[in-house]
């Protein structure tokens, strides 16, 4: 007997006409089960599993399999994590692929590490927290990634895995750990340094900027802004401001 496939139930958003306006009566709700099959019970009442959509105490509802971004989202967290408008630039940028072999410093929850161990062929993720190691561990076997080696390692001090065609470094004083990671990138590959502040993405430019072996490549924040759409008016919604900063740099010899 094969293990339960998690599934979404999602009530779609309603509006109704309302002295002369379209307003909003009921929210978007999106509820998770773990199991795929049988009765599930929601604030609205309870949906059967089974059928692909229904009606619930006059509430309209879908149901579907529940995707790699759905279960992600749900990881159990300590530190702050990496958000997905940042993993996105990270593999975009680096074109990490189904071959690649990647790095991290700074498992953190091991969200990070998971997103790309979905896209990427092998991940390789540092700390020097047992418990961010023992977290992270927890959320991979949660998303059921068997391609994720997490290590209690310091990489400021040991040299971390060879021939990796990415590595990242969320971690503080990001630039103390060039001198380790960059001779095990392959020549070629990328180093990105994930930064809070402006003065820590200073340290780390500067400090690439003293070595013959690195190409500063470039450093962006990324923006992300959501719509509201109706007919033909447009306003924005929930705006993602700042995260992060991240650096870009290539060995080169």
Same mark, same amino acid.
């Given at each position: 007997?094969?293990?339960?496939? +998690?599934?979404?139930?999602?009530?779609?958003?309603?509006?109704?006409?309302?002295?002369?306006?379209?307003? #909003?009566?009921?929210?978007?709700?999106?509820?998770? @089960?773990?199991?795929?099959?049988?009765?599930?019970?929601?604030?609205?009442?309870? #949906?059967?599993?089974?059928?692909?959509?229904?009606?619930?105490?006059?509430?309209?509802?879908?149901?579907?399999?529940?995707?790699?971004?759905?279960?992600?989202?749900?990881?159990?967290?300590?530190?702050?994590?990496?958000?997905?408008?940042?993993?996105?630039? /990270? /593999?975009?940028?680096?074109?990490?692929?189904?071959? @690649?072999?990647?790095?991290?410093?700074?498992?953190?929850?091991?969200?990070?590490?998971?997103?790309?161990?979905?896209?990427?062929?092998? #991940?390789?993720?540092?700390?020097?927290? $047992?418990?961010?190691?023992?977290?992270?561990?927890?959320?991979?076997?949660?998303?059921?990634?068997?391609? /994720?080696? !997490?290590?209690?390692?310091?990489?400021?001090?040991?040299?971390? $895995?060879?021939?990796?065609?990415?590595?990242?470094?969320?971690?503080?004083? @990001?630039?103390?750990?060039?001198?380790?990671?960059? +001779?095990?990138?392959?020549?070629?590959?990328?180093?990105?340094?994930?930064?809070?502040?402006?003065?820590?993405?200073? $340290?780390?430019?500067?400090?690439?900027?003293?070595?013959?072996?690195?190409?500063?490549?470039?450093?962006? $924040?990324?923006?992300?802004?959501?719509?509201?759409?109706?007919? !033909?008016?447009?306003? +924005?919604?929930?705006?993602?401001?700042?995260?992060? !900063?991240?650096?870009?740099?290539?060995? /080169?010899?």
């Amino acid at each position: 007997m094969g293990s339960a496939m +998690p599934k979404i139930i999602i009530f779609p958003e309603k509006t109704e006409i309302v002295d002369g306006k379209e307003r #909003v009566i009921l929210k978007q709700r999106k509820n998770y @089960s773990e199991e795929d099959k049988g009765k599930y019970d929601t604030t609205y009442g309870q #949906v059967d599993l089974s059928k692909k959509e229904g009606v619930v105490n006059g509430k309209k509802y879908y149901v579907m399999p529940a995707s790699f971004s759905d279960e992600w989202k749900r990881l159990r967290r300590g530190a702050q994590i990496i958000t997905q408008k940042d993993i996105g630039a /990270i /593999i975009s940028q680096t074109g990490i692929g189904k071959e @690649s072999i990647v790095g991290e410093a700074g498992t953190g929850s091991g969200a990070l590490a998971c997103a790309l161990a979905n896209v990427c062929k092998k #991940v390789y993720s540092y700390d020097v927290d $047992e418990k961010a190691i023992d977290l992270g561990k927890q959320n991979a076997c949660t998303l059921k990634l068997d391609n /994720i080696k !997490f290590t209690l390692q310091d990489v400021k001090t040991k040299h971390p $895995e060879k021939n990796v065609d990415v590595f990242i470094l969320d971690m503080k004083n @990001s630039w103390e750990a060039l001198k380790m990671t960059v +001779p095990y990138v392959r020549i070629g590959g990328y180093i990105v340094s994930y930064n809070s502040s402006m003065p820590a993405v200073s $340290e780390f430019v500067n400090t690439c900027r003293k070595r013959d072996d690195v190409l500063l490549v470039k450093t962006i $924040e990324v923006m992300q802004r959501e719509w509201n759409i109706k007919d !033909f008016t447009a306003r +924005p919604r929930d705006v993602v401001q700042h995260t992060g !900063f991240l650096t870009f740099a290539r060995r /080169i010899k």
